[in-house]
């Protein structure tokens, strides 16, 4: 087991926590000694409940051919078999049809996508799904899947862009698209797919050679996207961009006159997590300054500067980055300390949408920005979500 494994090791496995009284007597699951991670037995209870509904409207969902949502974009069928995976691998019969059918998407290169049947921006998003897509398989526990796997892993270290330039370290929608890109989405979803499928180097045939990125470039790629500033009132210090040259959250004059990119919260907590996973120590000032801009501006009630754009893929890396972070802790902006997974389970619980004649449930984003349109997507990103907050 590698130390990201161990450290994120709920998105692989689940845990049993341990139960004690409070002092009040209440029946709490216990976090961390000295931490806020405790969770009331009925926050826990009534999350359970609502995975439960969750995986039930899933399987609900799926297709006869095993792929759930659109067939162009095997991501979206790798999500799903995530949650099955590691929350529900008693479905071995929608487990089986979804492994097939992402199998269909593999290519010779070891890249897992699709030509999608209409034009879309980034070709056939193959670091997207490629990356969703090795992470699922892997999850699955099949020996049979490994080489796939493995094959995955070499196209995506192949996809790392190196040219000196901005993007250098980074990872874009396609190998190629014949001009330099890379954004911190598709960059911290390859990081995380590369550590979270790493054991399967320990299985290649003798001969074939490790496949991995270049994690310090990847570092230098995180560099340029950080705001980082001398100005003790620059809110924007210590959070992320959207890629070097763009936020989705507009810009602002710093300082010292320079126009810079606005840190927003999805985009700062995938920074959070990929510094980590590009191998840079939690104590390190990059990595604490964007644990600071999260916390001063902790919300559950919008992706921080964005509104409700991507308010769910925000909820699932935030509950990432901060399990890897370690803390179960947050102390606001305000001077409050809020339970961060406590507080997460209750919003995910209060949004769940309930199907009146089946009693399974879902989730849906009325912005719709960023594919989130689709119940399959946002309610596979709840699941993983309420997981990792389940289990200190």
Excluded at 58 to 71: R, Y
Excluded at 149 to 167: E, L, N, P, S, W
Excluded at 303 to 330: E, H, Q, T, W
Aim: a negative charge; hydrophobic letters at 40%.
């Amino acid at each position: 087991m590698n130390r990201f494994e161990a450290t994120l090791i709920v998105l692989m496995v689940a845990v049993v926590p341990a139960v004690a009284q409070d002092t009040n007597g209440d029946m709490v699951i216990q976090g961390k000694p000295g931490d806020a991670g405790e969770l009331s037995l009925s926050i826990a209870h009534e999350a359970r409940a609502a995975m439960d509904r969750g995986v039930n409207w899933l399987l609900a969902q799926q297709n006869e051919d095993g792929h759930w949502s659109n067939k162009d974009f095997p991501a979206l069928t790798a999500l799903p078999l995530w949650v099955l995976a590691k929350s529900a691998p008693q479905n071995k019969e929608a487990i089986d049809k979804a492994v097939k059918f992402i199998l269909t998407s593999v290519h010779d290169d070891g890249s897992i996508w699709s030509a999608p049947s209409v034009e879309q921006k980034g070709g056939g998003l193959a670091n997207y799904n490629t990356a969703v897509c090795m992470v699922s398989l892997n999850a699955v526990g099949d020996p049979q899947l490994v080489p796939v796997v493995q094959k995955a892993r070499r196209f995506i270290a192949g996809t790392q862009h190196f040219g000196g330039d901005d993007y250098h370290g980074g990872m874009g929608y396609d190998p190629d698209t014949g001009r330099p890109y890379a954004d911190l989405s598709n960059s911290y979803m390859a990081y995380e797919a590369m550590r979270l499928t790493d054991n399967v180097e320990d299985q290649r045939k003798a001969g074939d050679p490790r496949a991995d990125l270049d994690w310090k470039a990847a570092q230098e790629f995180l560099g340029k996207i950080q705001n980082k500033s001398t100005d003790t009132n620059d809110d924007n210090a210590g959070g992320f961009a959207y890629h070097p040259s763009d936020s989705k959250a507009g810009t602002y004059t710093n300082a010292a006159g320079e126009l810079r990119f606005r840190s927003y919260g999805s985009m700062t907590y995938a920074g959070l997590l990929s510094l980590m996973y590009a191998d840079v120590n939690k104590d390190d000032p990059r990595v604490s300054s964007a644990f600071d801009w999260a916390s001063r501006h902790w919300t559950l009630e919008e992706n921080p500067g964005v509104g409700n754009d991507g308010l769910f893929y925000f909820y699932n890396v935030l509950s990432k980055s901060l399990a890897a972070y370690g803390r179960d802790r947050i102390v606001t902006g305000s001077g409050a300390a809020v339970n961060w997974r406590a507080e997460l389970i209750k919003k995910l619980l209060s949004l769940q949408k309930i199907d009146p004649k089946t009693g399974a449930g879902y989730w849906l984003n009325e912005s719709g920005r960023w594919w989130e349109a689709d119940p399959v997507l946002v309610t596979s990103y709840s699941l993983l979500a309420l997981e990792i907050a389940l289990n200190p």
